[in-house]
């Protein structure tokens, strides 16, 4: 029998997992998502600190007891795609600036410097997506 092998001039890759909306399950984004990008022989770096940001924030801000988050990265081409979809569709993210006293704050301007571009998309009620977009 003879295999027949077709090459694919873009390569899509993705990796989408659901999670409970609590710092464990933002924590496990994060290794799980790590541990994705590695098997595919992706840098880690800024990825991983964008996903621990996007699914903290999920977590932190998009929480809804008995209702989880999804976090999605996809690879097209050249493009790291991370999205966290959460269930607070009435709370979309805003950069702000924190004193420097506080202890959280930061997670949206860390997420703005590291990106080559990120953005929210409304999804069906009650969701939103927040994205961030890497070029490899």
């Known amino acids: 029998m003879k295999q027949k092998t077709t090459e ?6 993705n990796f989408s997992i659901q999670l409970s909306p609590t710092p464990r399950g933002a924590r496990l984004a994060r290794l799980l998502a790590t541990e994705q990008l590695r098997s595919w022989g992706l840098p880690l ?5 964008l996903i621990a940001e ?4 999920a977590a932190t801000h998009g929480r809804i007891p008995g209702r989880d988050f999804r976090l999605l990265l996809y690879v097209v081409s050249d ?6 979809t959460d269930t607070r569709d009435d709370r979309l993210p805003t950069p702000q600036l924190p004193t420097p006293e506080s202890e959280s704050g930061r997670g949206l301007l860390l997420v703005d410097a590291l990106a080559d571009r990120w953005g ?17």
């Open 45 to 49: 770096d800024p990825a991983a600190q």
């Open 120 to 136: 929210v998309t409304p999804g069906l009620p009650p969701r939103k997506t927040v994205w961030a977009e890497l070029t490899l």
């Open 8 to 13: 694919v001039a873009t390569l899509i890759r």
């Open 79 to 84: 493009t790291l795609r991370i999205e966290v």
């Open 54 to 57: 996007l699914s903290t924030n």
